[in-house]
Every structure is written in C-alpha cells, then in structure tokens.
C-alpha cells in the first residue's frame, strides 16, 4: 500500500537546474519525516536532504548544501528537491525516503521508491 514514486530525472548540462518530484501514497504523510538519498556508481547510497513532517526543519549533506532546497507539499503528498548549479559530481540515482509507523506497539519502517536518473555531463 505505501508507494514513493520519483520523476523528474534526466540529462542536464554542468551549471544547469532539476527540480524533482516524489509523490508518496499508502499513508498519512504529514505524520512522516522524509528524505532525499542518492546513490552513485561503486558508492554507498547517502542523504542529501531531510525534511520534517510539517516542512519546517531541513538539513543537507555538505556537498549540496546552497544549492539545493528540499520541501514538501502534505496536502498534495509531494516533496520536492529543486537542485541548481549542477555539477557532474551530482550524478547519481536519486531514491525518495519516508518514516512509515505501523504495528503495536508502533515502529517506524523505511520505504524507498524506485530512483530516477540524475546525469550531469556536458
């Protein structure tokens, strides 16, 4: 039932912006933190960006941090991650994460959506 889909990934040139899209299904979003991870080839998937339930409090990993803005939408159950001033460095599979509580007593279990594409290249 929970589902995380990504879209908006692609090709873009060094310098150049994609705002990418994650629109979550399955659950009470405004009750779950969320996240942007990524994970490039021959490396270890890594947080670039989290966001809290109600889209007040946001961190970012160091290498994005200026150039990239997370947020979120719970009424249309969508987040967001606007990247700009792309750099080559930015290419990677970029996965949507979210908190899901569940059972008894409850736990929280992440879910990953599938990835979509992000290529930077001249």
């Known amino acids: 039932q929970v589902q995380l889909v990504e879209s908006g990934g692609g090709l873009v040139q060094p310098g150049g912006s994609l705002r990418l899209s994650c629109a979550a299904s399955?659950?009470?979003?405004?009750?779950?933190?969320m996240s942007w991870y990524r994970q490039a080839p021959g490396k270890e998937r890594e947080l670039v960006a989290s966001?809290?339930?109600?889209?007040?409090?946001?961190n970012y990993a160091d290498s994005v941090k200026g150039r990239f803005t997370i947020s979120r939408d719970n009424i249309r159950r969508l987040m967001y991650l606007q990247m700009n001033i792309l750099k080559p460095e930015d290419t990677a599979v970029y996965y949507c994460?979210?908190?899901?509580?569940?059972?008894?007593?409850?736990?929280?279990?992440?879910?990953w959506g599938p990835g979509t594409q992000v290529t930077v290249s001249s």
């Open positions: 966001i809290s339930k109600g889209g007040v409090i946001t």
């Open positions: 399955g659950f009470t979003v405004s009750m779950s933190d």
């Open positions: 994460q979210a908190g899901v509580r569940s059972g008894w007593p409850p736990a929280v279990s992440d879910y």
